[in-house]
């Protein structure tokens, strides 16, 4: 991998160097390792050292993969791994170019960062937010004059795969602020693509409301689970069937999307399904704990 090359080979945008990635859960680490891989340095934030040492975990395996696979050197491999640092504190990053909230999809939770945010780093900081459904208007409420740097960027799971960032500004989001996020979209190799601060943005607003259906589909007896997912795959080209993504998602995080997208836009047709409701009250989140609509034994 060149220095002056992105992942995918793409010449890079010289303007983002260093990003503070906060919350290591799924998201937050693939967009960590994304980062590194891109040639930018990245600090990865939790409050949680096992959470970060998960990160960690993680992002070693998956560049052993690809020194496995030949894609790259084992010299690169160790210069993506330096360029990623662990914390559990982000104040000695208060130079960063941009910051991405990756923590967990509740408004409260993210304000408080923000508002944290704002004290911490430089004016010129892009305070950037993953979340997948929650107004970047709202979160931007608690940075003050800050709020011209408030941007959504949404990456897609998993990150260092998918190719989109869904690029959402909010009211008071300054130009200069989205050029410089899709700069730094482009540079980890990502297309950004623009959608408006409705819940939800394009993404879930789509893609939610046919995981649940997948859920009624399966609470009537339309068909059982593995044939719904056999006939989406077959007969529509989805990588993976609705439930399996599902899973693959988090069942809580489907739901905790689909009541944002329930009570901002007031549709009964995005209230979650009683079916994943009820698995996510016993515990089968999916992927993550070993066992949703499918069992993952070898992930327990
Ligand atoms: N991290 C890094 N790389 C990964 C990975 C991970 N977690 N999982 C898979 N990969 C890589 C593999 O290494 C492999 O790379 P290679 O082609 O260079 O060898 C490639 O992806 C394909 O992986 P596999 O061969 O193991 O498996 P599949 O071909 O079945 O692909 C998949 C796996 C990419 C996950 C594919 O099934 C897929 O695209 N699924 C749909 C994913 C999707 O829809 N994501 C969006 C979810 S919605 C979201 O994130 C928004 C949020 O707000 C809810």
């Known amino acids: 991998m060149r220095a002056d090359r992105d ?75 330096a360029r990623i640092v662990y914390s559990t504190d982000f104040s000695s990053a208060r130079d960063a170019d941009c910051v991405v909230e990756a923590a967990s999809e509740n408004p409260e939770v993210k304000k408080k960062l923000f508002k944290s945010f704002v004290e911490t780093f430089d004016a010129e900081t892009i305070l950037a937010t993953n979340t997948s459904s929650i107004s970047i208007t709202d979160i931007a409420t608690v940075t003050g004059s800050r709020a011209t740097h408030v941007i959504g960027m949404h990456f897609f799971n998993p990150v260092p795969v998918m190719k989109l960032v869904e690029v959402i500004r909010g009211l008071a989001t300054s130009d200069e602020t989205v050029a410089r996020s899709l700069d730094l979209a482009r540079a980890m190799g990502k297309t950004p693509v623009p959608a408006n601060d409705r819940a939800g943005f394009v993404s879930n607003r789509v893609l939610m409301p046919l995981i649940n259906e997948a859920f009624f589909a399966w609470m009537e007896g339309v068909a059982r689970p593995e044939d719904i997912d056999q006939i989406m795959m077959l007969g529509c080209n989805f990588p993976m069937g609705p439930l399996r993504l599902a899973d693959f998602i988090g069942l809580d995080v489907c739901h905790d ?44």
């Open 7 to 81: 992942y995918y080979g793409t010449p890079m945008e010289k303007s983002v160097k260093k990003i503070v990635v906060v919350g290591a859960g799924t998201m937050g680490s693939g967009i960590a390792l994304t980062a590194a891989q891109s040639g930018i340095h990245a600090v990865q934030v939790d409050l949680a050292q096992s959470q970060l040492e998960k990160a960690r975990g993680y992002h070693t395996k998956q560049l052993g993969r690809l020194v496995e696979k030949q894609k790259i050197s084992a010299d690169d491999a160790k210069s993506v791994a």
């Open 257 to 300: 999307i689909m009541m944002v997208l329930y009570r901002e836009l007031g549709d009964a047709k995005f209230f979650p399904c009683p079916k994943l409701r009820q698995l996510m009250t016993a515990g089968r989140l999916g992927d993550k704990s070993g066992c949703g609509v499918f069992d993952y034994p070898a992930k327990a």
